[in-house]
């Protein structure tokens, strides 16, 4: 689809409210030229990142697979799981997102974005310190497909796993945010790496830097019109809301194309955190990549300067910046979520009342927390000391009633439970993680701030308190 650089007046007086100018607005990430020198195709714009974008929804559809357990191992979800991860066949369903009331969603099929794609082989190659037994992130993603393969609609209850946010929330970090921050905004910014005089692939209508540079856009996950779309706007579409058609259908043909009109993961957390108002992540990553596209494309297919390169390198720095800033407001969030489920735990087992329903809370809102942790650190930054306190502190999986947790994986592949802190130490361990997303990463959006409650809590645990982080 090609995006017309068009914005009407509502967008225009919505967007007024965010600081934005008509200016930025009018920019779009579409319909760059072709600069490639002697390109004899019939292309006319140089853009595409439609791998990406099936990659997004490879991802949302195996988080839908996910939940579908009966809590017995079954071969056949997982062989399906395995298919959206691994797998590159032809002909599969796109499950997740779907058309949904009014929002009609235009393609039907992963091909129909890009063939041939899977997650698995993007994922990050390192060594995932944040979960037992020392995987890749790839092995680590496998793991817990295996295990939600055999959990009831997701949920382990005897770990506390809900294993479709796990999944989803790591995998947005091991491939996207790792892919675009430790990839293709990287090394691949190098003078010699994917030359801007020359196409990425022989008859390609784009340039090695032209592609890159898209690449690590698709990952991002926002539409292509989104400078003209306010925060609540970009989280309406996300959420497919039937009002959001209009906000989404920008070239206005009554369907929403995953491919350039669709929120996916990180941009839709960025726009959750917008909406506070106190923040604008969505439209500042945004605009660095329309302005770092505009660049490549001004110099027209020649080998990008020096100087050309120092101003490009400092666009991706402004995007990888507030990228990490989006996953650490989504730790903020969820650990501020965890406390409070924990404060609901120790009002229903004072009430002697039922907890399955709080437990399930509980280990959904855990999850978040746990994948979002995870996701912070591979982008090929050494979080160094932050990272070691933040695995700490969340452990490897939630504490369970019992003051129990789980320390490690046996030979066999299961979890191994040991004897940990209590439920009101683990309270004090979630308030800490807010504090340490405040302290490192300057957080500002702050969801579910109860940071507050520190220091009553911490006066109730006495000398418990020092004791409460994790080993």
Do not use: C
């Amino acid at each position: 689809m090609k995006l017309k650089k068009i914005v009407s007046a509502v967008a225009l007086a919505s967007l007024a409210t965010f600081g934005m100018t008509a200016q930025a607005a009018d920019k779009v990430y579409a319909d760059f030229p072709v600069t490639v020198k002697n390109y004899k195709g019939n292309a006319e714009h140089s853009v595409a990142y439609t791998g990406q974008i099936a990659r997004h929804i490879l991802n949302d559809s195996l988080k839908k697979l996910a939940a579908k357990g009966n809590g017995e191992a079954n071969a056949e979800l997982k062989a399906q799981m395995l298919a959206y991860f691994e797998g590159k066949e032809a002909g599969r369903d796109i499950i997740a997102p779907t058309s949904k009331g009014k929002f009609v969603v235009a393609e039907s099929k992963v091909d129909d974005l890009s063939k041939g794609k899977n997650l698995a082989g993007k994922a990050y190659k390192g060594a995932v310190t944040s979960w037992p037994g020392n995987m890749t992130g790839a092995e680590v993603l496998a793991f817990m497909i295996d295990k939600a393969s055999a959990a009831d609609k997701g949920y382990d209850k005897v770990n506390g796993m809900d294993y479709p946010q796990l999944i989803t929330k790591f995998a947005m970090g091991a491939v996207f945010y790792n892919q675009a921050i430790d990839n293709y905004l990287d090394e691949k910014l190098e003078a010699d790496t994917k030359p801007n005089n020359k196409a990425y692939k022989d008859g390609k209508p784009y340039t090695g830097k032209e592609h890159v540079w898209d690449e690590a856009f698709g990952y991002f996950g926002t539409p292509a019109h989104t400078l003209s779309l306010s925060a609540k706007d970009a989280y309406s579409i996300a959420k497919r809301k039937d009002e959001a058609l209009a906000l989404a259908d920008a070239d206005k043909d009554g369907k929403v194309s995953l491919y350039d009109e669709m929120v996916f993961s990180h941009a839709y957390y960025a726009a959750a955190a917008d909406k506070s108002g106190k923040t604008n992540y969505l439209h500042t990553i945004t605009e660095a990549f329309i302005d770092g596209r505009q660049l490549i494309a001004d110099a027209n297919g020649e080998k990008l300067t020096d100087e050309q390169r120092a101003k490009l390198k400092g666009y991706a720095a402004v995007i990888a910046e507030n990228w990490e800033k989006v996953i650490a407001e989504a730790v903020f969030k969820y650990a501020g979520s965890t406390y409070k489920d924990i404060q609901q735990l120790n009002d229903a087992l004072d009430n002697k009342g039922d907890v399955s329903k709080v437990m399930r809370t509980y280990a959904k809102h855990w999850g978040e927390l746990k994948g979002f942790a995870m996701a912070l650190q591979v982008s090929g930054k050494d979080l160094g000391a932050t990272g070691v306190q933040l695995n700490r502190l969340i452990g490897f999986s939630p504490v369970m009633l019992g003051n129990t947790q789980v320390t490690g994986i046996d030979a066999n592949g299961d979890y191994v439970q040991s004897n940990t802190i209590s439920l009101d130490e683990y309270a004090l361990n979630m308030l800490k993680v807010q504090k340490l997303m405040a302290d490192t990463f300057d957080v500002q959006s702050r969801g579910n701030d109860a940071l507050a409650s520190i220091d009553d809590l911490v006066k109730k645990l006495g000398e418990q308190a020092a004791e409460a982080e994790n080993d």
